[in-house]
């Protein structure tokens, strides 16, 4: 077992296409390698979804708290959407009261752009994140403070194309890499007005994809922040957007106590 004042963290990062997994440090920095399994197909029920998340994470060894993307709305824990898995039958799920009975560990769900922004972000000013993968994520911070969460991949941002239909991985294999592009160029815009950002952060899969010269204020991120920002998940106060922590005597292992 390791020093308690020294926890390991188990992060999950919940893609459309893989489940990725990774022990973290207190530094927040990767021990070993990261693990990876294939998403169940949509809709993915909330009991395959966390014998997947299981899967994925046992061969990594031990932890003692987890922090866990998850690409939809989520409050307290608890799924609101999930475009990418299936939202008639993962929106109500409490995935994080979920995993900390699995486990018997302190758990902490939040949108999995919000976990990768943790991981990019400098803390200075309002930044915000795109992340683009098998859909589109976002999420904004001011000094380092987590905003609360908007789906803004889900707003149209083209005739009746939302953001994860205009620059979602299918947009790209169909419209090929140099118009996939030019859409990702004309969003950047679109948010540089609405949100006004001092930095804008391109996170997920797609990134490295990109065929772009970007403004000096955006930066290519990555992917693995999906991952790493999820230490910052238990140095953080729970703000609107994080989840409270698990039920009293859902860990016998540690405390909850953001360190």
Known sequence: MNNMNQPRTLAIDIGGSGIKAALLDHDGSMIGDR???????????????VGAINEVAT????????????PGYVRDGRVLTAPNLGSAVLAGFDLQSALARRWGKPVRVLNDADVQGFGAITGQGVEMVLTLGTGAGTAIFRDGEIMPH?????HPVSGNKTYDEYIGNAAREKKGRKAWSKRVAKVIEILRVVVRFDHLYLGGGNAKKLDL????????????????????LWREKPGPAIAADPPPGASDQTSATPT
Do not use: M, Y
């Open 59 to 70: 061969p990594l060894g031990d932890f003692e708290r987890v922090s866990v993307g998850f």
């Open 150 to 154: 908007l789906e803004l991949a889900h």
């Open 213 to 232: 010269r970007l403004p000096s204020d955006v930066t290519i991120v990555p992917n693995t922040e999906g991952l790493t920002g999820g230490i910052k």
């Open 35 to 49: 693990q990876r399994v294939p998403t169940p197909p949509k809709p993915v029920a909330p009991e395959v979804l």
